[in-house]
T-cell receptor, first 115, second 115 residues
Framework: ETGVTQTPRHLVMGMTNKKSLKCEQHLGHNAMYWYKQSAKKPLELMFVYNFKEQTENNSVPSRFSPECPNSSHLFLHLHTLQPEDSALYLC??????????????FGPGTRLLVL | AQKITQTQPGMFVQEKEAVTLDCTYDTSDQSYGLFWYKQPSSGEMIFLIYQGSYDEQNATEGRYSLNFQKARKSANLVISASQLGDSAMYFCAMRGAGSARQLTFGSGTQLTVLP
C-alpha cells in the first residue's frame, strides 16, 4: 500500500448504528486530519492530530469520536448519526514542521450515507 | 483570518486548449503557502502544485503552472493542453505561518474538458 488509504470506501448506516472509519498513511508523516465534505460546501476540518495528540477539534459534535493510536493510523468512530452527517469523509496526513509549504496528502475518502 | 475565493463554480474548455482557474486570497500573514488540489468524481483530493509567498518565480509542475500575483493576492492555476482526464473539481487552498496553520480551502471550480 502507498500513500493514504481509507476503509471502507462506502458506508450506509442507520441512525442507531455504531461504525468506524479507518485511515492509514504510509508516508512516514506525523500529522493526520479528518475532513468532512458535504455537497456544495467547502471542506470542513474536523480534527487534527500531531504526533498522536489531538491538537484541534473544530466544534465537532460528540457523535464523532476520533482515535489516533499511532502516527500511521487514524479512526473516526461514529454513533447515533443524523441524516445531515451524510457526506464524504476525507483523511489526510502531512509532515509537521515543514513550514508554510507543508503539504497534506489525502486518502480516497469514505462516502457515508445515514438513513 | 484567512479566506480563499474561487469565483468560477464551473468552467468548460476544449481538449488540447489551455485554461485558467481563478483563485484570490486574503491573509494578514507575511508568509504563506498556496496550494491547488484536484478532486475527480471518485473523491480523492490529489495535490497538484504549491507556491510560497516568498517565491518570485511562478511554480510549474508538468502541465500545471501557478500564476502568482502577490500584489493582487491571486494564485491562478493554468492547465496547458487540457486532457479529458482533467475534468474534475479543483480547489485552491492556503496555509499561513501564523496561528492559522491549517489549510483553508476555497469552494472549488468544476472543470469540464470537452472532446
Amino acid at each position: 500500500e502507498t500513500g493514504v488509504t481509507q476503509t471502507p470506501r462506502h458506508l450506509v448506516m442507520g441512525m442507531t448504528n455504531k461504525k468506524s472509519l479507518k485511515c492509514e498513511q504510509h508516508l512516514g508523516h506525523n500529522a493526520m486530519y479528518w475532513y468532512k465534505q458535504s455537497a456544495k460546501k467547502p471542506l470542513e476540518l474536523m480534527f487534527v492530530y500531531n504526533f498522536k495528540e489531538q491538537t484541534e477539534n473544530n466544534s465537532v459534535p460528540s457523535r464523532f469520536s476520533p482515535e489516533c493510536p499511532n502516527s500511521s493510523h487514524l479512526f473516526l468512530h461514529l454513533h447515533t448519526l443524523q441524516p445531515e452527517d451524510s457526506a464524504l469523509y476525507l483523511c489526510a496526513s502531512s509532515q509537521r514542521l515543514a513550514g508554510i509549504l507543508e503539504t497534506q496528502y489525502f486518502g480516497p475518502g469514505t462516502r457515508l450515507l445515514v438513513l | 483570518a484567512q479566506k480563499i475565493t474561487q469565483t468560477q463554480p464551473g468552467m468548460f474548455v476544449q481538449e488540447k486548449e489551455a485554461v485558467t482557474l481563478d483563485c484570490t486570497y486574503d491573509t494578514s500573514d507575511q508568509s504563506y503557502g498556496l496550494f491547488w488540489y484536484k478532486q475527480p468524481s471518485s473523491g480523492e483530493m490529489i495535490f497538484l502544485i504549491y507556491q510560497g509567498s516568498y517565491d518570485e518565480q511562478n511554480a510549474t509542475e508538468g502541465r500545471y503552472s501557478l500564476n502568482f500575483q502577490k500584489a493582487r493576492k491571486s494564485a491562478n492555476l493554468v492547465i496547458s493542453a487540457s486532457q479529458l482526464g482533467d475534468s474534475a473539481m479543483y480547489f485552491c487552498a492556503m496555509r499561513g505561518a501564523g496561528s492559522a496553520r491549517q489549510l483553508t480551502f476555497g469552494s472549488g471550480t468544476q472543470l469540464t474538458v470537452l472532446p
